[in-house]
Structure formats: C-alpha cells, structure tokens
C-alpha cells in the first residue's frame, strides 16, 4: 500500500521499488564482496520515506484532509533526496555568478585507467579532480593563452547511461579571470575557453604523474584481473601503454547567461546514476529503463537487465564516505571564495558595468526553495504539520487514526 506523500506524485517505479523487492537476495547473494558503504546505500533508500524512518502528519487548512509525510533517508545516492538539496545548493550558488560567458568542460578518463579507479576511489577520483583543475589553472595562466587566474567548479560523474562505470569531470567555468596581480578581469574570447589539445595533454601528464605517485607511495590496491598490476614493472608498462590511448577533453559552447548556468548546476550538480523517471517496468525477472545512446545520436532506447545486474551497476557508483563529489577551485576556492568573487564585481563594474550582456541581475532567492506548507491535493489548500510519527510505528496512537501508524 502506497502513503499518500506531500512531495507530489512519484513515478511508477523508483530505485527503492527495486531495492525493495531484490535488495535481500542481492546482499545475500554478495555479501562477500559488499562493503559498508553499498549495504548502506540498499538500507537507507529502502527505507526513504517510508514508516522505518517515521514522519509526521499534515492537515489541510480548507477541506481537512490529512495525510502521513514520511522522512527522507537523505542518503546522496537516493533518487528522491536530491530534490532538496539540489535547490538549497543553488539558492547558495545564485550570489556567485558572474555577468560573463560560462563555458563547460568535461574531463574523462580512459578505460584501462577508468578500472584501477573503480578498485581505489578514494584516491583516483580524487586525482582526477586535482589534474583536470590543475591542466585548466596552469594552462589559462599561461600569457600566451588566457594570462589569467580563472575560477570555477566541478562535478564528478561515474556514469554513463547505461549504469556502466564511466569516471568524468563536469567543470563550469568563468570565461575570464583575475590578472596576476588582481588589477584587471581578463575576458575571454566570447566563444572560445581553451584550446582543447593542449588541455587534454596536460590532463594526461598530470594524472599520470600524480597516479605514479600514488603508486610509489604504496597507496593503490589492486584485485582480480588487475592483481598483476602490483608488479612495478606491470604496472610501469600499464600507465605507458595508456599515453597512446584517448583521453577525452571536450569543450562545450558557452552558456546563454547566469540564468542558463543554474539550470544546468541543477541538472549536473546533485543527479545520482538513474533518475527515478528513467525506470519503465519492474518484475521478477528484470528492471527495464530508458537509455540515450550517444554514439548513434538516436531517440531514448529501452533497455532491460537483470534485478542483480541492475542493482550492481547501481552500485557501481557509490562514493566512499566523505568524498566531495563537488569541488570550488580558482578564485571560487572555498578558503577566499567571498573576498575573491567580490573583487571580480568591482573590476568587472568598473570595466563593462554592473552586468554585461544586458544579463539580468539573478533574484536573491529561488522560488523553489519557498517555505510556503505544500499544497492540498484535493483542494489546493495548505497542509499543515499536526503530529510526528515515531520511526517504526506499528501500531495505532491513541490519539490518531490509525493509518497513521500504518507500515503496510
């Protein structure tokens, strides 16, 4: 029996739905291989706004109906908590954009590279971040490129639209920056950011240098197929095979203005490896969701995988406790973030005005952060918090009707 919930309809199969039906059997089926982390993502989204984290009771002003909003499990993986964060984020971000073109770029790793990441997150998804950064920082700073000190942020993705492990870096970046000593705003070309090759060289070098490191220093495991890559030559022949595959650079066009850039960070920042719209079918048998297949270009397919294989690959993409899968750099630093942005205004008022481009200043608040109590969905009329509901409650309070306490 499905609670009514004062978040709004919810699709017809969510990630939970999956968890709930096949979780058992799949930590069963694993539980040697299942480390905390994944046993606490199955745990909390299966319990996400459910009786097992309690809840309270609203009541509608106007008609008097009520009904039972459960707790979010708040978890970063759960489909159905981002929502919430996602707006807080953006409300926070609104005052730090800047009336210059934003540009986006994407910093993916190769697949030989990609499998020893998946075997040590913690420390190459954090090399990841801090060579993509660095190649972006060291090249615009260089006089015959930008000459600038850029700012900007990045995202990590581990994804790709079919589940499978796909380690990238999304950044959004400032078209400009600060001249070395702070006087000026260098503008970029208006649709140009960085020269992309140079970009990827550098990645490359950097990530390696550091991934070496990382190695000599002891701090990288390796299991299953990779065990031979604890070798030092192995693993010296391993990293040189790599300097001649791919590394993927890719530079998109500029954003339309300071709005435009929010509603992608609210597309990017917060999305975990499915969205609960994606997920078309559930039975026994399998768990059916829509995919885009980047390479043909073509319309949404459906694709269909086994219960252990779809909550595999979801897993896939847990992050280590801890990690900061959002990261400032550059005079966006989060250490001198205000007193730099601050700056960046004065010179850029000073230059071209309060906002360039006839951009709009952005409103210091985001409606969708409203505090206003949701609405009825019989009458439209503001629901009110009546009572709490205990975590677990499975039984009738005195008190209260006794769907209240219902865990059915």
Not at 191 to 205: C, D, E, Q, S
Request: glycine share 10%.
């Amino acid at each position: 029996m499905a609670h009514a919930d004062s978040r709004g309809d919810r699709p017809a199969v969510e990630v939970a739905d999956v968890l709930r039906r096949h979780g058992e059997a799949y930590l069963r089926d694993h539980a040697g291989h299942l480390g905390r982390v994944e046993r606490r993502v199955i745990g909390a989204i299966t319990a996400c706004r459910t009786a097992t984290l309690g809840g309270h009771v609203e009541a509608c002003d106007d008609c008097g109906t009520t009904r039972v909003a459960y707790n979010s499990c708040r978890n970063r993986h759960c489909p159905k908590c981002q929502g919430a964060a996602r707006t807080k984020w953006l409300a926070d971000r609104q005052g730090e954009l800047l009336s210059v073109p934003y540009f986006h770029v994407v910093f993916t790793l190769p697949a030989p590279i990609a499998a020893i990441a998946f075997q040590n997150k913690a420390v190459v998804y954090a090399i990841l971040f801090k060579a993509a950064i660095q190649a972006m920082t060291t090249l615009a700073s260089n006089p015959r490129r930008l000459g600038a000190e850029i700012g900007g942020l990045a995202v990590l993705h581990t994804w790709g639209q079919a589940l499978t492990h796909h380690p990238h870096v999304h950044c959004v970046v400032p078209g400009g920056g600060l001249s070395p000593d702070g006087t000026r705003w260098i503008a970029g070309r208006s649709n140009f950011f960085l020269a992309v090759k140079p970009l990827a060289m550098g990645f490359r070098r950097l990530f390696l240098e550091r991934l070496k490191r990382a190695f000599d220093a002891g701090a990288l495991g390796f299991f299953g197929d990779l065990a031979p890559l604890a070798d030092p030559a192995a693993f010296a022949a391993h990293l040189a095979a790599t300097r001649h595959v791919g590394w993927v650079v890719y530079a998109k066009r500029p954003f339309g203005g300071p709005e435009q850039v929010l509603a992608y960070l609210g597309r990017y920042t917060h999305r975990v490896a499915i969205a609960n719209g994606r997920i078309k079918a559930l039975d026994d048998d399998g768990v059916a969701f829509t995919w885009k297949d980047y390479r043909q270009g073509g319309p949404a397919k459906l694709m269909r995988l086994k219960p252990d294989e779809f909550i595999r690959r979801f897993l896939l993409h847990a992050l280590p406790d801890g990690f900061h899968r959002i990261r400032h750099f550059g005079f966006l630093a989060n250490g001198h973030r205000a007193r730099r942005l601050a700056l960046c205004r004065s010179l850029l008022a000073d230059k071209t005005g309060p906002m360039a481009n006839g951009e709009k200043e952005p409103s210091s608040t985001d409606p969708s952060a409203s505090a206003e109590p949701p609405p009825c969905s019989e009458c439209g009329g503001a629901m009110r918090f009546i009572a709490h509901v205990p975590r677990g409650c499975d039984r009738p309070d005195a008190n209260a009707p006794p769907f209240w306490c219902d865990t059915s």
